[in-house]
């Protein structure tokens, strides 16, 4: 059974501080991995995804993907309080018919 | 505002009654997905279609609830006989053919089963 892996649970950060937020398949055979964003009571939003090792950043979210660890990283810079929700990281493999794997999520609380 | 669009927002059944959802997904999309998010937000899936076959699905999927996406219809999703424990939020999600094509969520029905 595929699995996704978050950590932390549940994150509070000082507005304009800097959140980290990890995952890790232990599916080898995952090969896309993608950041979705969800507010409280709203449907789950693609906010990045990053296919190959190294470092994809837009704004002020940056991920990290190292494919060997099969562990992906999403850090957001300079936190708005509007940056508050459950972050979902998502996995699939390489067949075409192969489905998203959600982790559990992070909730992300930021502070004034 | 959603290109998946799925109805009702909120259904409300009883013990062994039916409750049937639907999506429309995102057009030009011919894949779609039912997920299943329940109140610690874990993600179960259901089962997913390409245009109107049956990709995967899972055991719960096989015995009491039953999905369908008829062409030029909406796709639905119904639970023959609904169980508390069936209490959670149904999420329709529709994508590209591919392996990395991103999916495109609808605001999914909330479904309370007292």
């Known amino acids: 059974q595929q699995k996704v892996q978050q950590s932390p649970e549940s994150l509070i950060v000082p507005e304009g501080g800097m959140a980290s937020l990890n995952c890790t398949s232990s599916?080898?055979?995952?090969?896309y991995f993608w950041w979705y964003r969800q507010h409280s009571g709203k449907s789950p939003k693609m906010l990045m995804?990053?296919?190959?090792?190294g470092e994809k950043e837009e704004g002020r979210f940056t991920v990290h993907l190292n494919k060997a660890s099969l562990h992906t990283s999403l850090h957001i810079r300079d936190s708005q309080p509007s940056d508050s929700a459950l972050y979902l990281c998502?996995?699939?493999?390489?067949?075409?018919?192969?489905?998203?794997?959600f982790g559990q999520g992070t909730s992300l609380s930021v502070v004034p | 505002n959603s290109k998946v669009i799925q109805t009702p927002r909120y259904l409300v059944k009883g013990q062994g009654q039916k409750a049937k959802m639907r999506c429309i997904p995102e057009k030009g999309h011919p894949v779609v997905f039912w997920y299943q998010q329940n109140k610690n937000n874990e993600f179960k899936f259901l089962i997913n279609f390409q245009n109107q076959e049956v990709l995967q699905q899972i055991d719960m999927t096989e015995k009491r609830f039953s999905a369908e996406c008829p062409s030029n219809s909406p796709c639905s999703l119904e639970i023959q006989s609904s169980e508390a424990g069936d209490s959670a939020l149904y999420l329709c999600a529709s994508s590209r053919q591919g392996a990395n094509s991103d999916y495109t969520f609808g605001s999914g029905t909330r479904l309370l089963v007292i």
């Open positions: 995804s990053i296919f190959s090792n």
């Open positions: 599916d080898r055979n995952v090969d």
């Open positions: 998502a996995a699939s493999g390489t067949s075409s018919f192969s489905k998203l794997v």
